[in-house]
T-cell receptor, first 111, second 115 residues
Framework: QKEVEQNSGPLSVPEGAIASLNCTYS??????FFWYRQYSGKSPELIMS????GDKEDGRFTAQLNKASQYVSLLIRDSQPSDSATYLC???????????FGTGTRLQVTL | GAGVSQSPSNKVTEKGKDVELRCDPI?????LYWYRQRLGQGLEFLIY????????KSGLPSDRFSAERTGESVSTLTIQRTQQEDSAVYLC?????????????FGSGTRLTVV
């Protein structure tokens, strides 16, 4: 079992819809969870962090964490074509000092 | 500096040659990381520096790979006797403290092509 798993997609949503991106992780001791956005040919950019169970909202983005189910998700409201990118889930696994990344979900927002 | 700076941005080298990749982290960031991303794949951890020491180098794929950091600042990743499978984007990231608290800021990467 991979430490951090994501569906590779592509996930296609129409403009204005809600995009829901999911991630599961294997290390029950993980404490910190991050979402990165990576445009094609660019480096990953941190967009959200979440540490406690529940929801955390930042603008059009909402991160959701359920430690009991070892599940973290990212919701993007009012999706825009500029949101089309690969979204990487990152988790600290086994150590405070290092993040393990999922392989990412490619999101396509269609006009 | 304002961000994580990597050089060169692109490097084409012949199989068997040595290459050096450089990373200049954000000023004051004590933690520095190297990752590799092959085309269409995820981020593969290579090595982590805290200050000038490397407490975790578990991701270095072979003894052809080495890295150092000096002055708690610049880091170089050296690949000796390059092979075609080394072709990838090499990403450097830095963090002002433990990754679980701060996450990483990535540089723009070095695209290495071994021909």
């Amino acid at each position: 079992q991979k430490e951090v798993e994501q569906n590779s997609g592509p996930l296609s949503v129409p403009e204005g819809a809600i995009a829901s991106l999911n991630c599961t992780y294997s290390d029950r001791g993980s404490q910190s969870f991050f979402w990165y956005r990576q445009y094609s040919g660019k480096s990953p950019e941190l967009i959200m962090s979440i540490y406690s169970n529940g929801d955390k909202e930042d603008g059009r983005f909402t991160a959701q964490l359920n430690k009991a189910s070892q599940y973290v998700s990212l919701l993007i409201r009012d999706s825009q074509p500029s949101d089309s990118a690969t979204y990487l889930c990152a988790v600290n696994t086994g150590t405070a000092s290092k993040l393990t990344f999922g392989t990412g979900t490619r999101l396509q927002v269609t006009l | 500096g304002a961000g994580v700076s990597q050089s060169p941005s692109n490097k084409v080298t012949e199989k068997g040659k040595d290459v050096e990749l450089r990373c200049d982290p954000i000023s004051g960031h004590t933690a520095l990381y190297w990752y590799r991303q092959r085309l269409g794949q995820g981020l593969e951890f290579l090595i982590y520096f805290q200050g000038n020491s490397a407490p975790d180098k578990s991701g270095l794929p072979s003894d052809r790979f080495s890295a150092e950091r000096t002055g708690e600042s610049v880091s170089t990743l050296t690949i000796q006797r390059t092979q075609q499978e080394d072709s990838a984007v090499y990403l450097c990231a830095s963090s002002q403290g433990p990754a679980l608290n701060y996450g990483y800021t990535f540089g723009s990467g070095t695209r290495l092509t071994v021909v």
